[in-house]
């Protein structure tokens, strides 16, 4: 058995147990064995680590730094985690169930480019100063703005990708000059707390990144609501992230809200069947289905619905279901019982209201197998869009056939829905399929492939999905403020612009 994982809160720099000594054990869930241990927070925790933000940032160690140097740190940073992408990788997958083949390569390699990529855009793209060209505008003007951290900013994490998804906001945080507290979800915190001792060594000054630990459920509206707060960057479900958004208005703090997703892929009759069924399968099975942007909406001519079906079983049945920390494994298990639980009741209720099971739908248990949450690849054919199971996210390996007649009515499908997180189209015609993709109310549309988040490109939802983009230079523009310096170069006391209050009106006086 591996060594047992014991980590601490990272705050003001410093390793620091919690203040009531309280641990929350972490699970392996190919095995259900216990593989670490991290403190769950107190209020009194969350505010010692909001207090060091507050303080770093008012001192100016980091938010004071040009943004050059900032860029250096954070480039050390990703060469770090490149560096250690097979320690990365272990510490992503052992809690999460994500196979170690894809977090030791995509994950340590996506994390690291969101970090040296935000630091290279707010360095050479993202213009620190603009001016105007200064026209006089009642009188001789310069007028310049230039952008500015926000303060203290929170990150709040989920289970499926934590890596990637803290990266994401650490990234552009740190880029623009903030300081940050970070929270991961209870059974993921591991990769999130080593990137604390990456940061540190790479050179951020203390108290300006620090992660706590402890369940959403107990010190997540204390966080959400803390006056330190400045701006809040959440990955988690619609539900909390309405929620959140609710306690951040209150203080009318920033938000960025990256939530759930159903989202469609469309099948035209000129797809490559060999392509789409690549496709579909990589875009409803890459994390065993746990992933917000999953294409678990299925649009395919009727008429092509029994050769795409049959083909896509005949792949599944070649995947390998098993160990995440194996390199051969292709699917590892669910991440939590309770996610297995909600996969269960969503196939039953999909056999309740009616669709057809073509496969799977059963929980995975011969031999070790039997000691995890493994859960079989499942496809329901002939679904209609109104289902349970179609409108509502599953978040695990289920597939949901639509058949449709033309292209206009998938179109239609794919956009009724309440959320507008990814969307997808397999098609042979470039243009055919451009012109679709700009008809789709999604965020992302993937054009004959899927999961392309790249650290370049922006990423969020339209609708239920949440609002804000991560990546890019959008998610700069959303962790910095800009300010607007007017400076009146007139010498003349009798300014045209004072007339307006009858300041130069010679009136009384002495
Ligand atoms: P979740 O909403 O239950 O939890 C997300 C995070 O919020 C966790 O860290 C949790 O501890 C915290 N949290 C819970 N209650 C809170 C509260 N009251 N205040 C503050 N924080 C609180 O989501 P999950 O189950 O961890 O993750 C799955 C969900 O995340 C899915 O809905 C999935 O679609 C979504 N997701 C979205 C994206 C995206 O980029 N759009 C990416 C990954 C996952």
């Not at 196979?99 to 030791?104: A, D, F, L, Q």
């Not at 209150?250 to 069924?277: M, Y």
Request: net charge negative; aromatic share 8%; proline share 5%.
């Amino acid at each position: 058995m591996a060594q047992i994982l014991e980590y601490q809160h990272f705050i003001d720099g410093q390793w620091t147990p919690g203040e009531s000594g309280e641990r929350m054990e972490i699970f392996n869930p190919a095995n259900r064995e216990l593989v670490g241990t991290v403190p769950r927070a107190t209020t009194g925790d969350v505010d010692r680590a909001m207090e060091s933000a507050r303080k770093s940032f008012a001192s100016g160690v980091w938010s004071g730094k040009s943004v050059e140097e900032r860029a250096d740190i954070l480039f050390n940073a990703a060469m770090l985690i490149a560096a250690g992408r097979e320690h990365m990788g272990y510490l992503e997958s052992l809690p999460s169930g994500g196979t170690i083949r894809r977090t030791s390569i995509l994950d340590a390699a996506s994390a690291a480019g969101s970090l040296a990529l935000a630091g290279a855009l707010a360095a050479q793209a993202l213009p620190a100063v603009e001016h105007t060209i200064c026209p006089p505008w009642l009188a001789p003007m310069h007028s310049y703005w230039r952008r500015e951290p926000i303060g203290v900013c929170l990150g709040i994490t989920p289970w499926n990708f934590p890596l990637i998804l803290a990266a994401y906001k650490i990234g552009p945080a740190l880029a623009m000059g903030n300081s940050i507290v970070v929270k991961p979800a209870s059974i993921t915190p591991f990769s999130t707390l080593e990137l604390a001792r990456i940061l540190h060594d790479a050179g951020v000054p203390d108290g300006v990144f620090n992660v706590v630990t402890g369940p959403g459920s107990s010190i997540g509206n204390y966080m959400a609501s803390h006056p330190e707060v400045d701006k809040i960057g959440f990955t988690g479900s619609t539900e909390v992230g309405k929620h959140i958004a609710h306690l951040a208005a209150d203080g009318v703090k920033r938000v960025t809200l990256e939530l759930g997703g159903k989202s469609p892929l469309i099948v035209l009759d000129d797809a490559d069947v060999d392509v789409a069924v690549n496709m579909i399968l990589f875009a409803f099975l890459f994390h065993s289905g746990q992933v917000c942007e999953s294409g678990t909406r299925l649009l395919v001519p009727r008429k092509m619905q029994d050769e795409i079906v049959e083909r896509m079983i005949a792949k599944i049945k070649t995947l390998t279901i098993g160990d995440q920390m194996q390199m051969t494994t292709d699917l590892g298990p669910i991440a939590s019982a309770d996610q297995l639980q909600t996969i269960e009741r969503y196939v039953a209720i999909g056999k309740a209201e009616g669709a057809q099971l073509a496969y799977g739908g059963r929980r995975l248990t011969a031999g070790e197998l039997e000691k995890g949450y493994f859960f079989e690849p499942t496809i329901f054919i002939n679904c209609n869009n109104q289902m349970t199971q179609v409108r509502e996210e599953i978040f695990g390996p289920v597939q949901c056939v639509i058949p449709y007649d033309d292209v206009e009515e998938a179109l239609a499908i794919a956009n009724d829905s309440p959320y507008g997180l990814g969307g997808g189209i397999a098609s042979t015609d470039v243009a055919r399929a451009q012109r679709l993709a700009g008809r789709m109310r999604t965020g992302s549309v993937w054009i004959n492939t899927w999961h392309i988040l790249r650290p370049d490109a922006p990423f969020g939802g339209y609708k239920e999905s949440g609002y804000g983009r991560e990546n890019c230079y959008h998610a700069l523009m959303a962790y910095s403020e800009v300010k607007h310096i007017c400076q009146d170069l007139d010498p003349n006391p009798d300014k045209l612009l004072f007339e307006l209050l009858g300041l130069n009106q010679q009136k009384g006086g002495m």
